[in-house]
Nanobody, 122 residues
Framework: QVRLRESGGGSVQSGRSLRLSCKVLGNIKSTKWVAWFRQSPEKGREGLAALQTSDGSPTYHPTLEGRFTISEDKGTVYFQMTDLKPEDNAIYYC?????????????????WGQGTQVNVSS
């Protein structure tokens, strides 16, 4: 049994950075992937990055600009965001998958956190 707890969201000015955390409660090695998604009224739910828990290797959505980094340390999956822009405003979720599949398809993920809000002002 795995649960996810996000933290680290907040309100920042454009150009600043934030690091989101996703604490995996339970055995992270029982999962196959842990990913970060975001949801906004304008764009809906978007998959951003996924981390393969067996070896920590990251995969990023092809449309990302290189401003985001996913990593893992001691059962917490981090999402470092730099040069934030107003279009990054969203609720950010982490999610865990126990099996493979399309990494950026929300339906492939089995467990979700409660989300953390990010607000970027210009």
């Amino acid at each position: 049994q795995v649960r996810l707890r996000e933290s680290g969201g907040g309100s920042v000015q454009s150009g600043r950075s934030l690091r989101l955390s996703c604490k995996v409660l339970g055995n992270i090695k029982s999962t196959k992937w842990v990913a970060w998604f975001r949801q906004s009224p304008e764009k809906g739910r978007e998959g951003l990055a996924a981390l393969q828990t067996s070896d920590g290797s990251p995969t990023y959505h092809p449309t990302l600009e290189g401003r985001f980094t996913i990593s893992e340390d001691k059962g917490t999956v981090y999402f470092q965001m730099t040069d934030l822009k107003p279009e990054d405003n969203a609720i950010y979720y982490c999610a865990a998958a126990f099996t493979g599949g399309s990494l950026f398809t929300a339906a492939n993920y089995d467990v979700w956190g409660q989300g953390t809000q990010v607000n970027v002002s210009s």
